[in-house]
């Protein structure tokens, strides 16, 4: 199965649940978003790398990367592997120049760990498919915009919760994706592209 390379552009709170982040990843040579919802420390742990802050103590992932240095193993990749009624399931590709091993782990931690390794991140065309949203008529100016905005964003944009989103129809909920990416609200589309695929 052919892996497509995806890259970070963006971080933002979630705006209908708290303590929860939306991680936006992009392919690289395309179009299509891949947002994850995510929890309030991973996303801590994600940020503090991208941003290079060296916390007092070692976070998690940093011991994850001492522990794996101390065994002379380096992580080779990350890959969104999978997608199963929502939920998405990531492996850690590691090697120790001989042997090869992947490790099963939430998206969240695997890009957290990946951060600390330099280690690109993957995944496949199946996944994209299913659960990527594609950006129409974007410029460069707007994919610049969206890699600045790391830290939390403060829209004030009101989010539709799940159980909200089964009271409409297939089309009310397409066009409520629509209007969703032409906000740039990945949060809320992510949400409606869940809700869509429940019902396939």
Known sequence: MDKIKLEILGLSSSQSQSGSFALVLGEIEGSR?????I????????????????PNRPMTHDLFKSFAQSFEYKVEEIIISDLKEGVFFAKIVCSNGTKSIEIDARPSDAIAIGLRFDSPIYTYESILAEAGIVLTDESEDDIAEIKSEIKSSSKKQTASKSDDLKNFSVDKLN???NEAIEKEDYEKAAKIRDELSRRN
């Open 33 to 37: 978003r891949l947002p994850i919802i």
């Open 39 to 54: 929890g309030m420390f991973e996303a801590q742990a994600i940020a503090i790398e991208i941003e290079k802050i060296i």
């Open 175 to 177: 066009e409520l994706l």
